[in-house]
DNA sequence: GTCTATACGTAGATAGAC
DNA sequence: GTCTATCTACGTATAGAC
């Protein structure tokens, strides 16, 4: 792996454990076994790699949406792939944790890629709601339980509250639509 | 209001803001008005403050939590009451963005009394549940409508995904409940 | 591309005077 | 109780040599 890269996979690890106040081009350049010199080669500062880091996150978040949800089965069952995935819950989600940050949600350069993931997925899972005839408001009510898993779970320091979140939103879901 | 109430104040609401790395006990003497001597003298520290900003936080809390939870109503009413209560969805959640933040998870007396309050409110939302038959998970999952919508809300910029997630949330409730 | 030097401000306190 | 001085480390770069 580049210089580079390393720089940008570090970013991203930081960032998710500590946010992106609680990252400093320090850490970044000592976790990418990088000089300063390099960094500030590579990327015009903190604001420039973040953006790096985020972008990379949404690549990768995307192409996972993209395979549960596109998955065979009822749409009940697609979301409930999606939501159920592998997730290393105690370490957050990459992106829900950078919009609970001051400083990126203060500066439209950051927060922007940010929201327009958000989108992109709000629009995935209302088109699969259509499709059931379900309430288009659903996409951001399992978005939230997602979200507001990884926090109940980090506040309580292990990752019941997720699970049970996501079932007993799924478990809703499928009696809701069994009428 | 006395200078030590003064400085819990501003501490409640920066950690609010910024969360607890973003927040220097600098901008706490700065926005109570009050000299760095003073600050030492009150609290032991930053985290001392902290302590005594989300102990503030939870009594607050769990007083506006047991008006709409114990009101009259069936379970679903209550439910729903509480989730459309009167929020400021920009500025976040005071409990749940510390939960996103390492410094505060990495420590025990910090993160516990948060932990501590978010097991109250799933307790009394389980108590509720009983009452209707339902699905105890259901309690983390309104939890984490609740804290997802948040973040959903910041990210946007704006506080129209909570609104959705929060009644697409009831709205699922309320129909598999007329099952 | 990478390194070292330099810089100015902040973070998070401690010490002692008043 | 509050103030001012002092302290060490870190944050976030920029400059210029190699």
Redesign the interface.
């Known amino acids: 792996m580049s210089t580079r890269d390393r720089l940008v996979e570090s970013t991203r690890e930081l960032l998710r454990?500590?946010?992106y106040?609680?990252t400093s081009p320090k850490a970044i350049q000592q976790r990418a076994d990088a000089g300063q010199g390099s960094m500030y080669h590579h990327f015009a500062g903190k604001q420039d790699l973040a953006l790096a880091a985020i972008t990379r996150n949404a690549e990768e978040l995307t192409a996972a949406a993209e395979r549960e949800l596109s998955s065979p089965g009822s749409p009940t069952e697609r979301i409930a792939a999606w939501l159920r995935r592998e997730r290393e819950i105690l370490r957050?989600c990459p992106?829900?944790?950078l919009?609970?940050?001051?400083?990126i949600?203060a500066s439209d350069a950051l927060?922007s890629p940010?929201?327009e993931h958000?989108?992109w997925i709000?629009g995935q899972l209302r088109e699969i709601l259509a499709e059931g005839d379900l309430?288009?408001?659903?996409?951001?009510?399992f978005?939230?339980?997602?979200?507001?898993?990884?926090?109940?779970a980090?506040?309580?320091?292990n990752t019941e509250?997720?699970t049970?979140?996501?079932?007993?939103?799924i478990?809703?879901?499928e009696?809701?639509t069994?009428?």
Do not use: C, K, N, W
């Open positions: 454990e500590r946010g106040t609680g957050g992106m829900g944790v919009a609970q940050d001051l400083e949600i927060r940010i929201a958000f989108d709000r309430d288009a408001r659903l996409a951001d009510t978005l939230a339980v997602l979200q507001g898993g990884y926090v109940l980090r506040a309580a320091g509250p997720f049970d979140a996501v079932e007993g939103a478990a809703l879901l009696r809701a069994a009428v």
